[in-house]
């Protein structure tokens, strides 16, 4: 979510609340590294710091119109802090934000202290948790020792086996664990997965260019120990999910980073030390004495202050931040320079790749490698093909969220409706129509992160109830006042809390209780809608919370005047005469308006949908329609399918070479049409001096259609 200049918003806040630990890890980067702040902090958090941050927090939410945010307890050792003063950190935060947004508590752990009494103050209060464990005996022990120098494995393990229980499995968020090359990679992988957790994250300890990783300069030891585990992940069908590997995944088919580690995302986390002092991430303190450190304290500074700190927004600038080797590499858009704090040397700051920088390709090109799928895939022969395969897309992934959703009381009973309505087939075909809406890409790859966007999937599964005349009843916590159904419209709400959604045979009816107990009051907004001549329909979506994933703003809700308008003007310029046929035949039908000013564009992440300048011409978008059409067909081909072995340049010159036909497909001037096709012929001449193996089966056949279609142009 992006802030009134545009920038992302803070939306994680990891909060110390206790300084110290109970464990000596010699790879602590809090301890054990170039900056030691921690020794003068309090030891706890104090009531009055803590009510502080949760002021100043539930603040920036409510002006920033945040849906949820994320707290997640650190430090230290958090259970250091005992369950009682746990107990009283997570009514505080509860009390002050939920009021203003939905809040997802999370803690941090080493898992040595805990014990049921922790369990029942997070079941209280839906605290998720995280645990450190390096894997089996042998590997977890070469770091990870108390600080009397014995094991602290099995007490790790007990505290896995409480979260395992039936009564805490819902609180089990995961395991992290710091890769060491010096491990058995296989074992460490086959001893995190016989826990059964619900997802693993393995981490590159913490490096510098000035103390480089062990191992560093000697081939690629890091991405050969992963791809190990990678091998093994795949062998064992993906149990659950491996947030490094999923992230690298995402972001070679054009997706979105799933970790700051890891690709271009910008940064929207905050850390607030026992003292109340903001810092920047923890794993700058790798870098050196005060790297984290911002000048600022929940007393004197909010977080939109925080916010605007040059460090913060250094982080947060896409390719522009990387280094200019980065910005050369093929593989930059799933690698994105590494992490931040990995890329610091006393010669030139954080202006350098990744210390890890030949590990990272070698992983990015390995998986990249590993995964092509280098058949021929039936969508590359004609639309419908292509449109079955985006919907089995967007169903494999909504199986995914059930999997990580799965024991929420509000979404096992969505989930239910979810599996009546694809169990009968007229119902099945018009469920298909709510799973191919645009943006529900983007909420299902949120929801894979946890709860804290449920409340618009649950509004997705009333919206599909309603599309097929299902009776059905569905309630959930609704932290806005907007409640979007998507391609029907927005319930304006008086205030948030618990709704409760009706379908019957008379339509919708929605009721609710505020979170002060009173009567919501409903107000409804539909979208714009209308048939073209031909029968297709067309949606105008201006409010859908996900629609801002273009690469240019999206305008705010237009008035309902504004909006028939704009609809109206776009039908028009969809059915003028001069329009060359087929030329949006794989734009879809979705609309949404854009800011004045800035033209048409695709969503690399919503298929079927485009995005128009609330201010467009419509000659300007007839003009735009071929271009757009042929940029869609390609990106929702490689949304299911390879068409190059991802992060090669095959990819590239394939565009190249399609836009140059498009322009001249649409040109008048001679002139202008022999240079597009000389264009066009470079590109696929150098396609064709490509290896054989970069280009897929699908790839290969484009690029002949592309030639065939260069030849008729040519004359």
Not at 177 to 201: K, M, Q, S
Not at 276 to 299: I, M, N, R, W
Not at 373 to 390: F, I, N, S, W
Not at 562 to 580: I, K, Q, T
Request: charged content about 25%; hydrophobic content about 40%.
């Amino acid at each position: 979510m992006t802030d009134s200049r545009g920038q992302r918003s803070i939306q994680q806040l990891v909060l110390k609340v206790h300084s110290r630990c109970d464990l000596a890890c010699d790879h602590c980067y809090v301890y054990e590294h170039a900056d030691q702040s921690w020794r003068a902090r309090p030891v706890v958090i104090a009531e009055e710091t803590l009510g502080q941050v949760a002021l100043r927090l539930a603040e920036y939410a409510a002006n920033s119109e945040l849906e949820s945010v994320a707290v997640i307890l650190h430090g230290g050792e958090p259970l250091l802090a005992g369950p009682a003063r746990l107990r009283k950190i997570c009514s505080e935060l509860t009390r002050v934000l939920s009021p203003v947004t939905t809040l997802d508590l999370r803690i941090h752990t080493n898992g040595v202290q805990l014990n049921k009494r922790h369990l029942d103050v997070f079941r209280e209060f839906g605290v998720k948790v995280g645990i450190s464990l390096d894997g089996d005996r042998a590997a977890n022990d070469r770091h990870r020792l108390d600080r009397r120098g014995r094991s602290s494995h099995d007490r790790v393990l007990r505290a896995v086996g409480l979260l395992r229980l039936p009564e805490y499995r819902h609180l089990f968020q995961g395991l992290l664990c710091t890769v060491d090359v010096a491990n058995d990679p296989v074992a460490v992988h086959d001893a995190l997965t016989a826990l059964e957790p619900p997802r693993i994250d393995y981490l590159l300890p913490h490096s510098t260019w000035d103390s480089p990783p062990p191992g560093h300069g000697r081939g690629t030891p890091y991405a050969d120990w992963l791809l190990k585990i990678f091998d093994r992940w795949e062998e064992q069908g993906r149990p659950m999910p491996v947030r490094t590997f999923d992230s690298v995944l995402s972001t070679l088919r054009g997706g979105p980073s799933l970790t700051e580690a890891l690709g271009l995302a910008p940064s929207d986390l905050a850390v607030i030390e026992t003292d109340g002092s903001f810092e920047q991430a923890d794993s700058l303190k790798t870098a050196y004495e005060g790297a984290p450190a911002t000048g600022y304290d929940v007393f004197r500074h909010g977080f939109a202050e925080f916010a605007q700190h040059p460090g913060v927004r250094a982080r947060q600038s896409g390719i522009a931040g990387v280094s200019e080797t980065c910005r050369r590499c093929p593989v930059v858009r799933s690698c994105g320079g590494g992490l931040y704090a990995h890329r610091y040397s006393a010669e030139k700051g954080f202006d350098n790749p990744s210390v890890f920088c030949a590990d990272l390709r070698g992983l990015v090109e390995g998986i990249a490698e590993r995964i092509t799928d280098r058949t021929l895939h039936p969508a590359v022969t004609g639309t419908d093909e292509l449109g079955r395969a985006q919907v089995a897309l967007d169903r494999m992934l909504l199986a995914r969220v059930n999997d990580t959703l799965a024991g929420h009381p509000d979404w096992d009973a969505a989930w239910r409706v979810l599996l009546r309505l694809d169990s009968e087939r007229d119902t099945a075909a018009r469920l298909d129509a709510v799973l191919t809406h645009p943006y529900l890409r983007a909420l299902l790859l949120r929801c894979l992160e946890g709860p804290a966007d449920l409340p618009q999937l649950m509004a997705t599964v009333v919206a599909a109830a309603v599309l097929t005349e299902t009776d059905t009843t569905l309630g959930w916590q609704q932290p806005g006042r907007d409640l979007h159904l998507p391609a029907f419209g927005t319930l304006g709400l008086s205030a948030p809390g618990r709704v409760e959604c009706a379908v019957t045979e008379n339509g919708l009816h929605v009721t609710g209780t505020r979170r002060d107990g009173g009567r919501l009051d409903v107000e409804w907004r539909p979208l714009w809608t209308a048939a073209m001549t031909d029968g297709t329909p067309l949606l105008v979506d201006d409010a859908d919370p996900y629609r801002a994933c273009y690469p240019v703003p999206v305008a705010a809700p237009l008035s309902p005047g504004d909006l028939a308008l704009f609809g109206e003007r776009l039908r028009a310029a969809l059915e003028a005469p001069g329009r060359p046929p087929g030329s949006a035949a794989y734009l879809g039908t979705t609309i949404t308006p854009l800011a004045a000013g800035t033209g048409s564009h695709l969503s690399p992440n919503a298929p079927g949908a485009l995005g128009v300048a609330v201010d467009f011409e419509p000659e300007d978008l007839v003009h735009a329609l071929p271009l757009l059409g042929r940029r869609s067909r390609l990106t929702a081909l490689r949304q299911i399918t390879d068409l190059n072995v991802p992060g090669t340049g095959a990819g590239r010159l394939l565009d190249e070479a399609s836009e140059a036909l498009g322009r001249a497909a649409v040109s008048a001037d001679r002139a202008t049409v022999a240079e597009e096709l000389r264009s066009a012929e470079r590109a696929l001449d150098r396609l064709g001096a490509l290896p054989g193996a970069e280009l897929t089966e699908t790839g290969a056949h484009l690029a002949e259609e592309l030639r065939t279609e260069w030849v008729t142009l040519h004359g």
